[in-house]
Every structure is written in structure tokens, then in C-alpha cells.
């Protein structure tokens, strides 16, 4: 009899450990908090700004500037800063105007017009106005511990884009979807300046506008996926398309994959430049 009882509640304790959303398969808890230590077998964790902006929006510098500390700001883990990727979304008159940006107006602002600034962490966190003295909201989404991971192998050549995006599990997820951006680097271009920074010059002559997103290689709001359980194989995604007639310089691609769970939030991102090889950042 007391055999057969231990047999009952280990067996109902094995049920627990493996239905909960939030509890890994070695049975522990993801902690994700910012200063969290890393928990074997967890991936490392990225925040996603979305900065929705314009050339001519002379308040959209003072996102651009806070963008530019995050990247200083931003490195609790060994310096890498690299724990932030952003994407700048432009429209409006603007020569990086995003034609396709309806869903994404939709999403975050439905009953409204777009107006500019606005920016997101995670896709539905809105950004402290005067993001600059917000950095630490920007920091305290980062983690040593997520339970997915994405490791991407990039080739641009022959006006041609070879993405394969990879996704592996450490604890089951459902209802979640993979968005895929192309974005461009090093595009010089005037921005207008109503702000005290980049020295309050108005407009800033040849600023370097980064991370412009020229093109979604999946729906904008998420391509389904399925097989997304511990111990399944990694997902492999693969793309095989032209580069985007608007992209000025294949070189300066670089692409942003990322996981959102049903509601939009992003669970994990990650950013690789054009020809480039990443392994899973899974702690040991």
C-alpha cells in the first residue's frame, strides 16, 4: 500500500512538472528577472525596441538618441549591449517610409492615427516617454534565462537572401509565432531636430539612420508555429528571397528574428548581419 501511494504522488508531481507554462523539464522554475543567475539549459534572453519613427519627425531624435545609450547602457552581462536590438520603423514623408505598416499601426495603435514618436519594448510595452531616463526599463527585460532560443545562419549574395532561422525549446510553449525582419544599416539621410540632443541641431545634417526595417519575411504579426515542446528538434525556418528593391546596400543588411507568444509580447529575439554563422546562446 505504501508502495503504491509513493507511485501515485510521484507520478502526480511528474503531471505538475510538466504541464505548467512557465516550469522547465529539469524542474526549475525560469527566472527571468534581470539580475537572475543563469539556470542551466536556459537561453539567454534580448529586448526588442520597435521605434516608430521619421526623417521629419523633429521629436523622433529624442528616441534615436535614446536608442544610442541603451547601446552603451545596456550590458549587465559581460558587456554584451548587444542584449537590446532595434528596429526603426519609418513612415510618412520619409525616404525609408515603410509602405507595409498597417498592421503594425493596427497593433498599437487601432483606434488612432499614428503618431510619431512612439516606441515599443517587446512589441507591446510602451517606452517611457523621455526614454532617455528610462533606460532601466529597457535593461530590466533582458535575462540570462528564457525558455526558447533562436540561432540564425545569414548568406546575402547574388542579390540574393539565404536565412535560416532555428528555435529551440526548454519548456513547452503554445499559440506563439515567428516574426522576421529585413532591416538596413548605415543609410545617411538628414533628420529633423525639435530636442536639446545631438548637440540641438536642426536638422542634423548626414545622420546615420540604422536598423531601418525594409521588409517582413514572414506576416508582420507572426508566422504560426507548431512542434514547440521540450525535446522536440529545433525548429528550422528557411528563406530564400531577393533583396528588397529598396535596400541601398545588400551589405548593410542585417535581419531580426523573434518569438511572440498569443497576446504579441515577444518572448525572445535575436539579430544576426548579413553572412554570418550563430550557435544557440543555451547556458551550460
Not at 510618412?92 to 498599437?108: A, C, E, R, S
Not at 516574426?179 to 548637440?199: G, K, P
Not at 528593391?245 to 548593410?252: E, L, M, R, T
Request: proline share 5%; glycine share 4%.
Amino acid at each position: 500500500m505504501k508502495k503504491g501511494r509513493f507511485l501515485f504522488l510521484l507520478l502526480a508531481l511528474m503531471l505538475v512538472v510538466s504541464c505548467g507554462d512557465t516550469v522547465v523539464h529539469y524542474n526549475q522554475l525560469v527566472d527571468d528577472s534581470v539580475d537572475a543567475p543563469a539556470s542551466s539549459g536556459l537561453f539567454k534572453k534580448h529586448v526588442l525596441i520597435e521605434d516608430y519613427t521619421g526623417t521629419w519627425c523633429g521629436y523622433c531624435a529624442r528616441v534615436a538618441y535614446a536608442i544610442e545609450r541603451v547601446f552603451v547602457e545596456v550590458d549587465p552581462f559581460d558587456n554584451q549591449a548587444d542584449r537590446a536590438i532595434a528596429v526603426a520603423i519609418h513612415s510618412g514623408n520619409d525616404p525609408y517610409n515603410f509602405t507595409n505598416i498597417l498592421p503594425l499601426k493596427n497593433l498599437i495603435s487601432p483606434n488612432s492615427a499614428l503618431g510619431l514618436p512612439q516606441s515599443r519594448l517587446n512589441r507591446t510595452i510602451v517606452w517611457e516617454e523621455n526614454e532617455a531616463d528610462h533606460i532601466a526599463q529597457v535593461k530590466n527585460l533582458s535575462s540570462n534565462n528564457c525558455g526558447l532560443g533562436i540561432a540564425m545562419t545569414s548568406t546575402v549574395a547574388d542579390n540574393t537572401i539565404d536565412l535560416k532561422v532555428n528555435i529551440k525549446f526548454a519548456e513547452n510553449y503554445s499559440n506563439i509565432k515567428l516574426v522576421v525582419y529585413a532591416v538596413e544599416n548605415h543609410l545617411i539621410y538628414d533628420q529633423r531636430n525639435y530636442t536639446n540632443y545631438f548637440n540641438a541641431q536642426n536638422p542634423i545634417p548626414g545622420f546615420e539612420h540604422n536598423h531601418v526595417l525594409r521588409a517582413g519575411l514572414t506576416d508582420l504579426l507572426g508566422d504560426p508555429l507548431t512542434g514547440t515542446l521540450y525535446g522536440a528538434p529545433p525548429i528550422e525556418k528557411s528563406f530564400n528571397v531577393p533583396v528588397p528593391a529598396n535596400v541601398s546596400n545588400p551589405n548593410n543588411l542585417s535581419f531580426v528574428a523573434f518569438v511572440v507568444d498569443e497576446n504579441n509580447l515577444v518572448i525572445n529575439a535575436r539579430l544576426i548581419n548579413a553572412n554570418e554563422t550563430q550557435a544557440f546562446e543555451q547556458n551550460p
